[in-house]
């Protein structure tokens, strides 16, 4: 039998200058979730829309020298040129101040909705799912009772019943909107909530608010935005179809959904009326669908396709 050598062996002597070298620190989880996010090439654009979008909102407005309210009877219906960019309206309103101005109410309208539906559905599916049992059954329950309510039927007595205003409309929204989120976060906690770190933590005495924020919520971020940035655009667009029906905001108030309601009626003479707010109710809602689908895969990496 042929026997080995004993310089085989000898460890090998790297050198110092080939060495791997451990440069960069750990990261924590968001660092993480930020890095994986900014390589998605589409949530990044879509996120850039956005800010647009917003700092038009907050600015656009000042750009001309017209009044979102101001009417103007020997300019109606002009179209875009270079002193009324987007044209003018029925009334001779400049259709670009009025876009912007529509812009703040329509943005704000779904981030107010959303953010309430948020709070609601996260502490009303947290506790379902955290309690279980009775509790469960009875709290689940009443979300289904509510949810068989048509929403848009809802929405729409709530609104004719206490009238027209922006209170009105997102109170009105967020009756039944929650449910959907509720949902949400209730299977997230069934699902997370015999996690040995959650059992741990109960082990150790850590209270049902402690293990529902500090344990539960975090680790459904995932779903819970991805499903905060579907209401955003869903919320916007009942506002529009509300404006449709005549029960959005009042005049001389501005938004989207207003417009392009306005819009429709001058449709065959008049195009740009609804092209402007048709456009950007389309990219918003684009926009913010692009970039939950990013947070998504960016918060769990194991979603991805």
């Known amino acids: 039998m042929q026997q080995i050598p004993k310089e085989m062996f000898q460890p090998v002597r790297a050198e110092l200058s080939e060495a791997e070298k451990i440069s960069k620190p750990s990261l924590s989880y968001w660092k993480d979730v930020s890095i994986r996010f900014r390589k998605n090439k589409l949530a990044m654009f879509g996120l850039v829309i956005l800010i647009i979008l917003v700092f038009m909102a907050i600015f656009g407005p000042h750009m001309t020298k017209y009044d979102y309210a101001t009417n103007d009877l020997m300019n109606t219906n002009q179209p875009p040129s270079a002193k009324h960019w987007f044209g003018t309206d029925d009334l001779g309103r400049d259709v670009f101040t009025r876009t912007w101005y ?41 979300a289904d009772i509510l949810w068989a309510v048509p929403y848009l039927l809802l929405v729409i007595i709530l609104m004719v019943v206490l009238g027209q205003g922006l209170g009105t409309m997102i109170l009105a929204m967020t009756i039944t909107g929650w ?11 069934l699902q997370l ?7 741990a933590a109960q082990t150790l005495g850590a209270n049902t608010s402690r293990i529902m924020f500090r344990h539960l919520i975090p680790n459904a971020m995932g779903p819970i935005l991805v499903t905060l940035t ?17 029960l959005g905001v009042p005049q001389p108030l501005a938004s989207w959904g207003t417009m392009a309601s306005e819009g429709v009626q001058a449709l065959q ?21 692009v970039v939950g689908d990013g947070l998504r895969d960016a918060l769990d990496p194991r979603l991805r396709k």
């Open 269 to 289: 003479y008049y195009p740009w009326r609804l092209f402007f707010p048709a456009t950007f109710i389309c990219l918003t809602i684009f926009a913010f669908n």
């Open 102 to 142: 529509g812009a703040r109410i329509s943005l704000f309208i779904g981030l107010a909705a959303a953010l309430i539906d948020l709070c609601i559905g996260v502490i009303w599916g947290g506790i379902a799912g955290l309690r279980g049992g009775k509790t469960d059954e009875v709290m689940m329950r009443i």
């Open 179 to 189: 449910i959907n989120m509720a949902r949400i976060v209730r299977g997230q906690v």
């Open 193 to 199: 909530k015999n996690q040995e770190y959650v059992l």
């Open 230 to 246: 579907l209401s955003i655009p869903s919320a916007i667009f009942t506002e529009a179809f509300l404006s449709y029906l005549g």
